[in-house]
């Protein structure tokens, strides 16, 4: 824990003090970053006081937690830490820990990891089996990325091998390309998505390798994982194989199917479609049930791409396996993870009205970490802060709630409104997740922007592409803000770009709980 604040705290906490902002909310964000509830007394001079009814969402959110079986001690610490007094929740929850309330464990902070035989894949499907961890996931390539791939898979074929002697010379009978061998921006890209996609560190795979099929050609039924006398030649160094990601890039018209016959399950080839599987059981053994048959295509061309990830990191200095962050575990809500829309005009006219009556009034914004800063080292000033009023923030709030809960399908809480945010000529926002507790649903609404030319925000959807959305004034972006990273990395050419900031939660909202078991 911190018991002393450095000038960028200091003045982090003058300045939202100055512009009003919760004095409670204040507390806990400093909690959370780390900093002891006496340093916090000493610098704030305030101490908060600790809340004793629950409004209905709170009521909600409890029952929810509850009848779904969440660990009631970390139900408890969440809601001590989000203010509520203790007699106040044990009365709420009808629930008494049985440890002290210095030892409950938050489990929204605590350190998470995943287990291998609990991949979470955002936007997938999970095979209903106990022997085979399986997963399906659509369109995790649009139709653009898989032309362009299959293109290049055919200009590079060689025939295809196997990692042992198999005296059937039909086994395997299509075409291979080594993807990895390739100077391909995108490919390169897709490299790194998979990566992410299982939230394993890139060192701890192979190369992509592409595969072409054509009528009467298959790969009959066979697993990845290496037998133990392949291990010599093939695992000596990467160790053992662990998950397989196919990517179907074409839709084909018959046959071709993907069949595991152990779980009697099979995968019609459609263009962008991810077959993910473990070929280790939850032992970390070989896994039988992974057995797979690439059947005969019948009629066209079957295209694939193929990644497999290993036990054993390639580098001297093996970085950890599994690369996911705490907000990485956040559940999504929709399919993309961003929605561009028009905020309803006569709420945009009064928010802008309020802008340029009050820019004058802006205070000079101070982000501890250089969360914003100016590429001009010599200009210091990156954004000012034009305070809402109470009302008018209300009103933002209760106006988007209604439109983000249709987009996410969600009962939203209310968390946070910023204030209006003026960017500063040179202002770079750092890419970044939001507030793991709070920032789970957001908006941002462009206020006004006098620029030179559009400034974009980075943001990454929930199939790990990259994207670029531009706001005029009057329009809103809606963004799961806790889950999918985004920022201006760009510095602003431009005068100024107004942003209003609205930040929500689920009602039901739970971070998947993840344990270490590796």
């Known amino acids: 824990m911190t018991t002393e604040f450095n000038p960028d705290w200091k003045a982090w906490i003058k300045t939202n003090i100055e512009n009003g902002q919760d004095k409670n909310g204040l507390f806990r964000i400093l909690l959370d970053k780390g900093f002891t509830y006496q340093a916090i007394l000493e610098e704030m001079q305030f101490e908060p006081q600790a809340k004793t009814e629950f409004n209905a969402a709170w009521k909600s959110w409890i029952k929810t937690n509850v009848d779904d079986g969440q660990d009631k001690d970390g139900l408890f610490k969440i809601l001590l830490d989000e203010g509520f007094s203790y007699q106040a929740i044990r009365q709420e929850m009808q629930f008494k820990p049985v440890l002290d309330a210095n030892a409950l464990v938050n489990p929204l902070k605590a350190k998470d990891d995943v287990n291998l035989g609990q991949l979470f894949i955002p936007n997938a499907k999970r095979l209903d ?90 790969f009959k039924p066979h697993t990845d994982y290496f037998e133990e006398h392949e291990m010599a030649s093939h695992g000596s160094v990467m160790g053992q194989r662990t998950f397989t990601v196919m990517i179907y890039l074409n839709t084909v018209k018959e046959g071709g199917v993907t069949h595991f016959p152990k779980v009697d399950s099979g995968y019609q080839p459609q263009q962008g479609l991810a ?150 000529r040179g202002a770079v926002l750092k890419c970044h997740q939001d507030r793991l507790e709070t920032h789970i649903i957001s908006a941002i609404i462009n206020v006004d922007q006098q620029t030179d030319k559009d400034w974009p925000l980075v943001i990454d959807d929930n199939y790990y592409r990259s994207n670029e959305v531009i706001l005029k004034p009057g329009e809103v972006i809606f963004y799961e803000g806790g889950r999918l990273s985004h920022g201006r990395p760009y510095p602003l050419e431009g005068d100024s770009f107004a942003n209003v900031f609205c930040h929500f939660k689920p009602v039901d909202y739970m971070p998947r709980a993840v344990t270490q078991d590796t």
């Open 129 to 218: 089996s106990d022997v085979l961890q399986l997963f399906t996931l659509e369109n995790f390539l649009n139709k653009q990325e898989c032309e362009h791939i299959v293109t290049t898979i055919k200009s590079e074929l060689r025939p295809s091998e196997l990692s042992s002697h198999e005296p059937d010379n039909a086994f395997r009978t299509s075409k291979t390309c080594d993807m990895g061998n390739l100077d391909d921006a995108l490919i390169k890209d897709i490299d790194q998505r998979i990566c992410r996609l299982l939230g394993i560190d890139e060192s701890y795979s192979e190369a992509i390798q592409g595969q072409y099929y054509e009528v009467g050609q298959e």
């Open 275 to 424: 077959v993910i599987w473990s070929s280790l059981d939850a032992n970390g053994l070989p896994n039988i049930n992974s057995l797979h048959h690439g059947q005969p295509v019948l009629k066209g061309y079957k295209a694939i791409i193929t990644k497999w990830f290993r036990s054993n990191s390639r580098l001297p200095e093996p970085p950890p396996m599994l690369a996911r962050k705490t907000n990485d575990y956040i559940p999504n809500y929709t399919k993309t993870g961003f929605s561009k829309t028009r905020l309803p005009g006569p709420l945009f006219k009064k928010i802008q009205a309020f802008y340029r009556a009050n820019l004058a009034s802006g205070k000079s914004e101070t982000v501890p970490g250089d969360f914003i800063f100016n590429s001009d080292k010599a200009t210091k000033k990156s954004s000012l802060l034009v305070e809402l009023s109470a009302e008018l923030r209300e009103e933002v709030h209760d106006a988007l709630k209604i439109l983000m809960e249709q987009w996410c399908g969600k009962t939203l809480i209310p968390t946070f409104v910023y204030g209006i945010r003026v960017y500063q």
